[in-house]
Every structure is written in structure tokens, then in C-alpha cells.
């Protein structure tokens, strides 16, 4: 029989792959859980610290998003501002600086855990061939009951009750069988069921209509409120009731204020922009 070998034995040698073996409840899945960190975040705090994604355009990004729910991202074409979603989601690597979610660097845990914890309502609607529920709940993780909650908060309860299968309703790859606004409120209510503390909004309401984009921007305000929001906007009046404003240029931040300091600036690009859309008169008078 082999002597017993004692942990100092080991430390020399280089380990590529460890079994854990124990029976139930000896909290194999516990070390898991500890080091990947699937541990959903607590209020959503953002801390972006001289992030560097030169690929992509984004250079030198400072911000600490604590105390600030909801933030609107501006900018022209090129600004950068679809870049730093880019970062959040870790599809593009920053090459320097780091951003950290809830007191933890996104680069050190996993990338499922990381985005499990982040939800994106996109400018293009993500749907896929399958019934309506599929689309709302890929994963089966909620109930018919939930998921009618989610529709009727996402204004879409009457339209899914007017089909004959309501949720077991086919949509087309896609969602080729239903209206861009449709698409985009289904979106909507699957962000609702998923509920992060942290949602991205990519231009999600930049190809609907000014009702849809009333409807979803109502439901954004009221449903996430303890969340901490980024609107990244196509419109300037989307984000006029936002907590602060960033105005990128060429990947860097120029301005970071409440939009009605921002427009009580005229030197501000914020007012330009507005001057641009002709929201100015309009939007300094709601403020």
C-alpha cells in the first residue's frame, strides 16, 4: 500500500485539472459558486476607472455610477457610445483600466456570471422561431402566470390575449410575423421577468414609433426604479428625465451633469445637440 502523501508533497507540481468529489451537501457546488462569484449584485453600482478600448474607440473613460440610477448616453455618430456597452458585456477587452460592478472586477469573474447580472434591450429585437413563451423565457424559469405579469406591464397583455394559442403562439424567426413595436415590447417584458439590477438600453426604441417609445420609457421609469438604467439615446427627449447625461466625442467623455444644467449651459455640446433637434424651447421649459 502507497504511504500516505501529505499537501506539502504537491506544491511543486503544476495542476491542469482537479476533481471534487463529495457526497451531498459537503459544498462542491459552493466552491463553484465562490469562485466564479455568481452572486447577483446588490444595487447595481458601476465604477468605470480610466478604461482604455482603443479598438473600438474608447479612451480614458472615468466614471462612478454609486448613487445614480438612471444615466443617458449621447453623442454623435462614432462618439463611442455603443463601445462602452461593448466593455460591460466584455465582448471587446479593454487594454487598459478596469470596470467594476458591485465592488468586483468584470475581468475576474467568468463571462456567464458576469452577464447573467446584465440585462440589453438592443435597437434590433432578438427573437427567435418558437412559441411566445420561448421567447420570454428561453430557460423555463417562471411561471404562465409571471409571464402574462411581464406582458400586461409591458403593455402587450391585450395583443398576447387576442391570440388563439396566446403563449403557445408561433413567432417566426426573428419575430418576421409581428409589428417592430411588438418585437421590441416582447423584448421588454423579457427584461422585466429577468429584473438585473443593472439594464442597457442600445437605442431600444431608435425604429419604433413615438407612442411605443412613450410606452416602454413609462414602464423603464416605474419598473426599475432600485436599478441603475443606461440609455443610450437615438432620441434627445428620451433621456431628458434621466438622473445625468454623458456627452462622448470621439471616445471620450465631454460632459457629465443633469440635462437641465447641461441646457442652461449654451456652451455645452448637450445644448447643441438639443439646439440641433429643436427640442431646445421645448425641453428647457419641462426642466
Do not use: Y
Not at 133 to 151: G, I, M, S, Y
Amino acid at each position: 500500500m502507497r504511504p500516505t502523501q501529505r499537501p506539502e508533497d504537491f506544491k511543486d507540481i503544476s495542476i491542469h485539472a482537479i476533481g471534487i468529489v463529495g457526497r451531498t451537501g459537503a459544498g462542491k457546488s459552493s466552491l463553484t459558486l465562490g469562485l466564479f462569484r455568481l452572486v447577483e449584485p446588490a444595487g447595481g453600482t458601476i465604477v468605470i476607472d480610466d478604461v482604455d478600448i482603443t479598438k473600438i474607440g474608447l479612451h480614458s473613460l472615468r466614471l462612478n455610477l454609486t448613487i445614480i440610477p438612471q444615466i443617458g448616453i449621447v453623442g454623435r455618430t462614432g462618439a463611442g457610445k455603443s463601445s462602452l456597452t461593448l466593455g460591460l458585456f466584455r465582448l471587446v477587452e479593454p487594454a487598459g483600466g478596469t470596470i467594476v460592478i458591485d465592488d468586483v472586477d468584470i475581468t475576474k469573474i467568468g463571462l456567464h456570471s458576469l452577464r447573467l447580472n446584465l440585462t440589453i434591450i438592443p435597437q434590433d429585437p432578438v427573437l427567435f422561431s418558437g412559441t411566445l413563451r420561448v421567447n420570454l423565457d428561453p430557460f423555463e424559469q417562471h411561471t404562465d402566470e409571471k409571464l402574462w405579469t411581464a406582458l400586461e406591464l409591458a403593455h402587450l397583455k391585450s395583443f398576447a390575449k387576442s391570440l388563439t394559442a396566446g403563449l403557445s403562439h408561433e413567432v417566426a424567426e426573428g419575430g418576421e410575423n409581428l409589428s417592430v413595436g411588438q418585437r421590441q415590447l416582447i423584448c421588454l417584458a423579457r427584461a422585466l421577468l429577468r429584473k438585473t439590477k443593472i439594464l442597457i438600453l442600445d437605442e431600444a426604441t431608435a425604429a419604433v414609433d413615438l407612442e411605443t417609445d412613450d410606452l416602454i420609457q413609462a414602464t423603464i421609469r416605474k419598473e426599475f426604479v432600485n436599478c441603475t438604467v443606461l440609455t443610450i439615446a437615438h432620441r434627445l427627449n428620451t433621456i431628458m428625465d434621466s438622473n445625468r447625461v454623458m456627452v462622448l466625442d470621439k471616445g471620450e467623455l465631454k460632459e457629465f451633469d443633469s440635462p437641465a444644467n447641461l441646457l442652461n449651459n449654451p456652451l455645452s455640446m448637450f445644448f447643441g445637440m438639443a439646439k440641433d433637434a429643436n427640442l431646445l424651447t421645448t425641453e428647457i421649459e419641462a426642466l
